[in-house]
């Protein structure tokens, strides 16, 4: 089953990659570089949509989102923001090390549904699971295995947005992620607390 702390994570992260492109579109607009905007709204977009399928999960599956959401929001606005006034080559650097952490934590979920749609027996057992009982995500519907339906479809949505984290790593290394200032430390830095942040996600 997933657990609603996943679908919570799922959507602080997307909310936080919201206000990061945000920041950085805004700022390279002041800058004058349009080029770079274009990119970073562009990169938006994708986010935009990953944020709106986030929150009809939510909704489907009665989570009840991060108590830190604009924590979340703050943080991603302030390092979008920071990274762009360094300059171009940090904002892809940021970018490239937050698509890093988030694609492979939509491949460790997708690792997990995988497990669970091909290990569950065909027994209702798992309604009585404790992971059962927190995702809300058990019950009729499913004609053999007694996982909740959307299970599929969850997949399917999980491995379309880790596509799309890694096309956006993608374009961050093709424009000079790896030329910025201080480029391991920045990685280093921005993964650390990316991965906090899910952690604590999980939770709040
Ligand atoms: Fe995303
Ligand atoms: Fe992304």
């Known amino acids: 089953m997933p657990s609603t702390s996943m679908l919570r994570v799922d959507h602080a992260g997307e909310i936080a990659a919201n206000t990061i492109y945000q920041a950085q579109a805004n700022v390279f607009g002041l800058l004058g570089d349009t080029k770079t905007k274009k990119m970073m709204l562009d990169m938006w977009d994708t986010e935009k949509k990953h944020l709106k399928v986030?929150?009809?999960l939510l909704a489907q599956h009665r989570t009840r989102p991060s108590a830190l959401l604009p924590v979340w929001s703050l943080a991603g606005?302030?390092?979008g923001a920071a990274?762009?006034?360094?300059?171009?080559?940090?904002?892809?650097?940021?970018t490239e090390a937050v698509e890093t952490v988030i694609g492979e934590h939509y491949e460790d979920q997708l690792v997990h549904l995988r497990k669970i749609t091909t290990q569950t027996p065909p027994s209702p057992v798992m309604d009585h699971s404790q992971s059962a009982r927190e995702s809300d995500t058990s019950g009729p519907g499913c004609p053999t295995s007694g996982l909740h339906p959307s299970l599929p479809l969850l997949s399917e949505v999980i491995t379309e947005f880790r596509d799309d984290e890694l096309e956006h790593l993608d374009t961050a290394v093709e424009h000079d992620a790896q030329q910025?200032?201080?480029?391991?430390?920045?990685?280093?830095?921005?993964g650390y607390g990316c991965k906090g942040a899910i952690q604590i996600a999980k939770r709040l």
């Open 54 to 56: 986030a929150e009809m």
């Open 77 to 79: 606005k302030i390092l």
């Open 83 to 94: 990274t762009a006034l360094i300059g171009k080559e940090a904002a892809m650097a940021c």
């Open 180 to 190: 910025a200032p201080a480029h391991a430390l920045l990685s280093a830095i921005v």
